[in-house]
């Protein structure tokens, strides 16, 4: 049974005018799947084979780092290349979240308006997991309508902000001249994610010392897959450093083309994706499942009173759910 | 079969000597926790009903907030009302994460020694979640060890360092006068997981502007179960706010004794904690079976061709996991 066959008439439409390049049947199919509406996942079960060919840029760092307006000013290098892009932003502070393209922001003001360009702000309540799945299903979206590049633009420079930008091919990590904390904070952090280094805002002070100071750290951690990040002064409001950072997005994306590395990285994406996919499932199922409900309910009430550990409690309700065969499970004794 | 059945000798002595008061077996058994050794489950479901004594402090916010010098100033205030007290740092840039106790941060050295107080940094490699998990297990091992009051240090005011502090009965967020930005783009997270907070490095300009503005953000959400988070300006270096931080926090804990908050909200985050091992189990089961990595890792294969999605690849993992009574599930047909 195909997952699209239960998929309503209304949103079937939707989705032939969105593959047909109907921007706004595109943005009402993001807010169906946003919602978690139960026609999503036979409608990304659909599109899915028209997308995978968009290359997808994370961009992460810090609140203040001006990402914003470095996205703002590669949409405007890839869009004069004749590129079509869409722009993801998971960050609430992001002026692209705050309607900016209606005009409330001069320096996104130009942007509003282009065919080719489409934005997207994702809303954040809820868990940060289930936002970088909703992440990654957008940009199937957008990806299979037909925008070659795709910025996803996340807040943060946290280990689970990471996440958000880790099932992006190429991670621009963005930073400026007071970033020094973060750097100490999160050096393996960043060594681990950061395709591209730009240090904005570098007509402060101290910007020389954070660049050759990141080069250090680079320099001393050893080269992930054969590419060494490389580190870009930008001053973003002014328009510097814009082209270099996009220069080095294609060079990256030259280092992932050859030698498979960018089947070998989408792999390893994919792969958690569908583990986390089906252990949601079973957790719907099971945990939606009264008996089992209950059976957690009463645990948790004995777990508060001391009397079961959570440990304990784990064991028996996943002993419980599994034995496929109606026979118990004994393969765990411990 | 207790789960303490399979410990091995040498463990079932450590945790002996830990319940006995011995800070160096306490010192091992966090190790062999953290090492997700096959004993951890077993020494822990054994030490819980021990545990739960605790208050459990939660402090969090951005690289170089100043929040291991305020760990260190309310460590001192609690000591001298002679609380036993447990600090892990889930923060790899606090001087608790590099031997300062050991001597080489003169804030702390007079911390060192003291046989009440117990410090431990946690290895921040590896996902987040699993990272939050383990916390949540090391709090529990220092809660029966005795100690009355646990102080976890967690960087970031990103969405899942949250996820580390929100395990804790109280949160204290700490941020200075330059984190205008961070409030900005947090705004709504910080309400939902600050108890307290505190405006650090208060000497500086803009501190009273971020108190202010807190306070107005503080007052334009609905307070949350009763509370309305208290605003503490604080020179953390000085030792200025420190009483005043622990005093908000008295204040929180007599809060949530009243009308059974503690419960509740305990509740809620072993309810969390228990629904995630169910699937972790679950996952390392049956991602460990042959014939189902196997099946995932030619799905994977056929999603990077595009000929399947990892929505119908995930339905259909979990579809050929469950059915317990071998029929295969049709609940959910789509």
Same mark, same amino acid.
């Given at each position: 049974?195909?997952?699209?066959?239960?998929?309503?008439?209304?949103? %079937?439409?939707?989705?032939?005018?969105?593959?047909?390049?109907?921007?706004?049947?595109? +943005?009402?199919?993001?807010?169906?799947?946003?919602?978690?509406?139960?026609?999503? $996942?036979?409608?990304?079960?659909?599109? @899915?084979?028209?997308?995978?060919?968009?290359?997808?840029?994370?961009?992460?760092?810090?609140?203040?780092?001006? !990402?914003?307006?470095?996205?703002?000013?590669?949409?405007?290098?890839?869009?004069?290349?004749?590129?079509?892009?869409?722009?993801?932003?998971?960050?609430?502070?992001?002026?692209?979240?705050?309607?900016?393209?209606?005009?409330?922001?001069?320096?996104?003001?130009?942007?509003?308006?282009?065919?080719?360009?489409?934005?997207?702000?994702?809303?954040?309540?809820?868990?940060?997991?289930?936002?970088?799945? #909703?992440?990654?299903?957008?940009?199937?979206?957008?990806?299979? @309508? /037909?925008? /070659? #590049?795709?910025?996803? $633009?996340?807040?943060?420079?946290?280990?689970?902000?990471?996440?958000?930008?880790?099932?992006?091919?190429?991670?621009?990590?963005?930073?400026?001249?007071?970033?020094?904390?973060?750097?100490?904070?999160?050096?393996?952090?960043?060594?681990?994610?950061?395709?591209? @280094?730009?240090?904005? !805002?570098?007509?402060?002070?101290?910007?020389?010392? &954070?660049?050759?100071?990141?080069?250090?750290?680079?320099?001393? =951690?050893?080269?992930?897959?054969?590419?060494?990040?490389?580190?870009?002064?930008?001053?973003?409001?002014?328009?510097?450093?814009? +082209?270099?950072?996009?220069?080095?997005?294609?060079? =990256?994306?030259? =280092?992932?083309?050859?030698?498979?590395?960018?089947?070998?990285? %989408?792999?390893?994406?994919?792969?958690?994706?569908?583990?986390?996919?089906?252990?949601? &499932?079973? /957790?719907?199922?099971? @945990?939606?499942?009264?008996?089992?409900?209950?059976? &957690?309910?009463?645990?948790?009430?004995?777990?508060?009173?001391?009397?079961?550990?959570?440990?304990?409690?784990?064991?028996?309700?996943?002993?419980? &759910?599994?034995?496929?065969?109606?026979?118990?499970?004994?393969?765990?004794?411990?």
């Amino acid at each position: 049974v195909s997952l699209y066959g239960g998929v309503s008439g209304a949103n %079937r439409r939707l989705v032939e005018a969105c593959l047909g390049g109907d921007r706004y049947a595109l +943005a009402r199919l993001i807010t169906v799947v946003e919602d978690c509406d139960p026609d999503a $996942e036979g409608i990304l079960d659909h599109v @899915f084979p028209r997308a995978g060919g968009a290359l997808r840029v994370g961009v992460t760092g810090p609140p203040g780092a001006g !990402k914003s307006t470095l996205v703002a000013g590669m949409v405007r290098g890839l869009r004069a290349e004749g590129r079509r892009v869409g722009v993801v932003a998971v960050d609430p502070s992001s002026p692209f979240s705050r309607g900016a393209l209606l005009g409330d922001r001069i320096r996104l003001k130009d942007l509003a308006g282009d065919p080719d360009l489409f934005v997207r702000s994702m809303a954040t309540r809820g868990s940060l997991g289930g936002l970088a799945r #909703t992440t990654r299903e957008v940009c199937d979206l957008l990806d299979a @309508f /037909g925008l /070659g #590049t795709i910025l996803v $633009e996340t807040v943060g420079v946290g280990q689970s902000e990471l996440d958000v930008a880790s099932a992006a091919d190429s991670v621009v990590v963005v930073l400026v001249p007071e970033s020094g904390d973060e750097v100490q904070a999160m050096k393996a952090g960043l060594m681990e994610i950061g395709d591209v @280094f730009v240090v904005n !805002k570098a007509d402060r002070p101290g910007a020389d010392r &954070i660049v050759a100071y990141l080069r250090e750290v680079i320099d001393a =951690h050893p080269a992930r897959d054969g590419w060494r990040p490389p580190v870009v002064a930008a001053v973003a409001q002014e328009g510097a450093g814009v +082209a270099e950072a996009l220069e080095a997005l294609v060079r =990256h994306r030259a =280092h992932l083309a050859a030698a498979d590395r960018l089947a070998a990285r %989408r792999r390893a994406v994919v792969r958690r994706d569908v583990e986390e996919r089906v252990l949601r &499932i079973l /957790g719907e199922r099971r @945990f939606g499942d009264a008996a089992v409900a209950r059976r &957690i309910a009463e645990g948790v009430d004995r777990i508060l009173r001391r009397e079961e550990s959570p440990y304990r409690l784990a064991r028996e309700v996943a002993d419980g &759910i599994e034995s496929p065969r109606g026979e118990r499970t004994e393969a765990h004794p411990r």
